[in-house]
């Protein structure tokens, strides 16, 4: 089989059975997405599809081929961080640490939702184009990914950081 | 490698809100947990639990798993190899296990999920395909799992951590009670709950040769590991390392658990390294939680509110045989002055997954009585709660008599009123409304004691670049460790913290004692210290004859600003470089044991704080809302701020799951766990998480090392009894029972649509 991962093409020999996460953990070595539940209850294994976030653990590698995947490998390195990355940092956005790809990334993906004006649970006025970015849009979007050591408030502070001061790729609103 | 962090250049962060030091490997999903690190001809493990609560197994049907593809072997009580039986915690030195039964040696079940079978496999989706074919018959008996039914027979354990389990003191509470003025006798219940750290319970086992065994778990018991395998698996402690350099979540969960036993015996039975990762329901049956509860307080008092009788009991349901009772008294054995105290635990048990630490065992579900019932009290004495404790205030320790080291609630309470704006609050219950939301504000105190485990052991070694290396065999789960660890070090030898690097999670390292009760802080920083007065003396030794100091004693220099200096003097000194070199060194190494925590025997040593919550309460729902939050802590000198700040606001966060969501639900009939999954046990979400305030007195504790006390645990107590008193402010409603889920508040405030009336009490 054939995938697409950070911007690198991965041929491998695979059981029709495996979940894009075990591929990624297991198989290709990329242990930045998390194992949290493999139910889909947790988001630890969230990851991008053309922008677009997934729950790993709920997807079959097989169906992913020829698309474009990105992981926290991906987006940043311990060198050269991604904004976001820094920001949860700054704001002490998680403590163990193994929540975090998936927060980092499901926090990507909603900028883009954001974007594209897609309203939530929360959003006030569901007819404007766009939707105003609130703490508590955030936490809405956000509450798919589980943080059991409570660093709640340091990633919605991340967050909104990056959505209100977007780096200059330009990201929300 | 790290990106810009201003105070990484400068000396003495202590105090300083430093950004952690692992954050960057963090973030960047770099850092590498247990199931993470992938030996040669690695295989992996799944488990077969056990479907009935106690019996035994009297037949397993392998043969359509051992004919799947990819399996290797398939391990039972018949084949596994032969392990002794783990030496217990707090009762042995050497022991961690919480639960001292054999795992996998005889064909007994002792609890519904208790493994039965290990599948070991070529790949993660073989194992558990052919555990699902593993078919098991059992001679089932009948199990112990009612607790209400067998309240009757609960019993007294021997003691309660070492401490009496019954506490009388200041004459008949009991006669006092019934002579007091004004009274609060009542019923209070917790469920059971379980740690649910996102990072599954993980191990990856690899024999290096027969008698030589590397370990990759997740734990926070590092050095008890080693003790405890090496009496179960007859080796010398050497012979047996284990690594442990991030865990992801622990809260007393991760540690020497059955799994642990299983994938070491996997790994010898298949001649292969084995990696075993629970799966989330595995978690459920196979690691314990905290236990459920019914306790009792009763409180008299006089007009003034001063207390004339403190009576805390009850029971908790835990696993026949263990040793684990939660301590749900300790917090009225310190917190107020009440003229006569009886306090008293009983245990009730069952056959079920022993129970075991897990966020301020004991304290979180004792104070949620304790301080409900203060609550309550003070509502029919029409007294602000505030101002209740207060008058409650002990000179001296109420159930030993001695001397606190430190003691700073009123004033945490005096600035956490105000900056909460308490004063606002109207003590009328049901007042306070918007709309179909009634509004209510509560208040707790948060209790934890301090601990410094002895026997923690530090290494410094200085290079002649004008570096330093601490180690000690700690670790971080999440705590800020290596970041306040690399502080500490840093400001006591003079460098800037990038000059000093932590190194951890391993247990080559000079041992360390566990991750738990709140004490790793303190107990290495108190090995650090000691090994920095070795290290001082090795200096000047090394300084010798040619040097500015020659002559001084080791008490006459200190370190400062990268070398040896005569205290008080800026100028006669020289830089650990220069000392080095000229002795023609490349380093100086020291290692030292922390001095025993004699500062526990000597003085009653708590960590205090006062919650502060405003709710929401929805009518037609029943949902509870926590509005604002606003935490004020009293435990010693802050190390770091920001991690600080992180470890309170994670305890409180656990604490309104516990108040208002989490529940580990249990079938009575099957001894199951019926909600083993993040999907039915509910953790707080972002939008259950209001934005937390927490301050600190920042009162350093002049009898702890670096005037620290350990703050990991504290942030959870005081939370749900804080919930409940503000649910009663806003509604009138007072519930004693955990989880305050909408039935329950329904219950109480039920009322047609449309109909808002004062709520009555």
């Known amino acids: 089989m054939h995938f697409a991962i950070n911007g690198r093409s991965y041929d491998v020999e695979l059981d029709i059975r495996t979940s894009l996460l075990d591929l990624l953990r297991d198989r290709l070595g990329l242990t930045g997405t998390k194992k949290g539940c493999d139910q889909g209850a947790c988001g630890a294994c969230t990851v991008l599809v053309h922008g677009e976030r997934i729950l790993s653990c709920l997807a079959l590698a097989v169906q992913y081929q020829r698309r474009e995947i990105m992981t926290i490998e991906g987006l940043g390195t311990p060198n050269a961080l991604h904004p976001l990355q820094q920001g949860f940092i700054a704001h002490d956005g998680f403590q163990c640490g193994y929540c975090t790809p998936g927060q980092i990334l499901s926090a990507v993906g909603l900028a883009r939702e954001l974007q594209n004006g897609v309203p939530s649970a929360v959003t006030a006025n569901l007819t404007d184009d766009a939707v105003e970015v609130t703490a508590d849009e955030v936490r809405e979007r956000m509450s798919g990914n589980l943080c059991r050591c409570g660093a709640h408030n340091g990633i919605v502070e991340a967050v909104l950081e990056y959505l209100r001061e977007p780096p200059e790729t330009g990201a929300a609103r | 490698m790290t990106p810009a962090n201003p105070a990484m250049r400068r000396f003495g962060t202590i105090g300083q809100p430093v950004s952690r030091l692992d954050g960057p490997l963090k973030v960047a999903g770099a850092a590498r947990f247990a199931a ?39 391990m039972t009580h018949e084949n596994a190899p032969r392990m002794g039986r783990p030496p217990r915690f707090i009762e042995d030195p050497d022991g961690t296990a919480f639960d001292s039964s054999p795992v996998m040696q005889d064909n007994r079940v002792r609890w519904n999920g208790q493994a039965v079978a290990v599948v ?40 309660i951590l070492g401490q009496p389990t019954e506490v009388n003191a200041g004459g008949d509470a009991e006669q006092a009670l019934a002579s007091a003025r004004f009274t609060v006798d009542e019923i209070y219940t917790t469920p059971r709950y379980n740690h649910n750290a996102i990072e599954l319970h993980a191990l990856t086992a690899v024999w290096e040769a027969e008698d030589r065994l590397t370990l990759h778990d997740s734990t926070q018991m590092l050095a008890l590991t080693v003790s405890t395998l090496a009496r179960v698996l007859d080796l010398p402690k050497d012979h047996i390392r284990v690594l442990s350099p991030f865990v992801g979540g622990g809260f007393g969960g991760k540690g020497f658990f059955s799994h642990t036993l299983l994938a070491i015996a996997a790994a010898k039975l298949a001649g292969r390294p084995v990696r075993l990762v629970l799966s989330r329901e595995g978690v459920f049956r196979l690691i314990g939680g905290r236990a459920n509860s019914r306790q009792r307080v009763a409180l ?39 003229d006569s105290l009886h306090l008293d635990q009983a245990i009730v048990e069952l056959d079920i997954p022993a129970n075991i630490a897990m966020r301020a065992p004991g304290e979180s579900i004792g104070s949620f009585a304790l301080e409900s019932a203060l609550d309550e009290l003070a509502a029919k004495l029409d007294l602000d709660p505030v101002e209740l404790r207060r008058r409650n205030e002990p000179q001296k320790d109420p159930t030993d008599g001695r001397a606190f080291s430190t003691r700073n609630i009123v004033e945490a309470y005096r600035r956490g009123a105000e900056r909460f704006g308490w004063s606002n609050r109207n003590p009328a219950p049901g007042t306070q409304r918007d709309g179909e939301w009634s509004i209510g504000q509560g208040v707790a105190t948060a209790y934890y004691p301090y601990y410094r485990f002895p026997g923690s052991a530090a290494r410094i070694r200085i290079t002649a670049d004008g570096r330093a290396v601490v180690q000690a065999a700690a670790h971080e789960m999440g705590m800020g460790t290596a970041t306040v660890q690399s502080q500490h070090a840093a400001q006591l030898l003079g460098l800037p913290l990038d000059r000093v690097t932590f190194e951890y999670g391993d247990t080559a390292l000079p041992p360390s004692a566990l991750a738990g009760g709140s004490t790793q802080t303190a107990s290495i920083a108190g090995a650090v210290i000691a090994a920095h007065e070795r290290l001082v003396e090795e200096l000047l030794r090394l300084a010798g004859n040619d040097s500015p100091l020659a002559g001084a004693g080791p008490k006459e220099v200190e370190t400062r600003n990268g070398g040896l200096f005569r205290k008080g003097d800026q100028e006669i000194g020289e830089s650990y470089e220069t000392i080095l070199r000229r002795a023609g060194r490349d380093h100086a190494e020291c290692e030292a044991v922390g001095t025993p925590p004699a500062e526990m025997m000597n003085y009653s040593m708590l960590s205090l704080g006062a919650q502060f919550c405003e709710v929401r309460v929805n009518d037609i729902t029943g949902e509870v809302r926590v509005a604002r939050w606003l935490g004020s802590f009293d435990t010693g000198r802050i190390l770091n701020p920001k991690t600080a700040a992180s470890q309170f606001r994670g305890g409180i966060i656990m604490g309104i799951g516990m108040a208002l969501t989490e529940e580990t639900l249990f079938d009575e009939r099957s001894g199951r766990i019926m909600n083993p999954s993040l999907a039915e046990y509910h953790l707080p979400v972002h939008l259950d998480v209001p934005q937390i305030d927490v301050i600190w007195t920042d009162i350093p504790d002049p009898q702890s090392p670096a005037g620290v006390h350990g703050i990991g645990e504290i942030g959870i107590t005081g939370c749900a009894g804080a919930i409940a008193n503000a649910i009663y402010n806003a509604t009138g409603t007072r519930i004693r029972e955990l989880p305050i889920t909408p039935d329950k508040v329904l219950a109480f405030t039920s009322q047609p649509y449309g109909q808002s009336r004062p709520l009555s009490s």
Request: charged fraction near 20%.
């Open chain 2, 300 to 338: 008299g008092a006089r007009s003034d509110g001063t207390l004339t009788a403190l009576i805390h009991t009850g029971a908790t349901g835990v696993m026949t045989g263990t040793i684990f009772p939660e301590q749900f008294t300790f917090p009225a054995r310190h917190l107020y002055a009440a």
């Open chain 2, 120 to 159: 070991i496999a070529e790949n993660q989706d073989i194992a558990e395909h052919a555990a699902s074919l593993v078919r098991v018959s059992y001679s089932p008996e009948a199990a112990k799992l009612s607790f209400q039914a067998l309240l009757l027979s609960a019993r007294r354990p021997a003691s």
């Open chain 2, 36 to 74: 993470e690190v992938r030996p040669e001809r690695l295989a992996y493990a799944a488990i077969v639990p056990a479907a009935v609560a106690k019996g035994h197994v009297i037949a397993i049907d392998a043969a359509d798993a051992r004919a799947t593809r990819g399996v290797i072997a398939i």
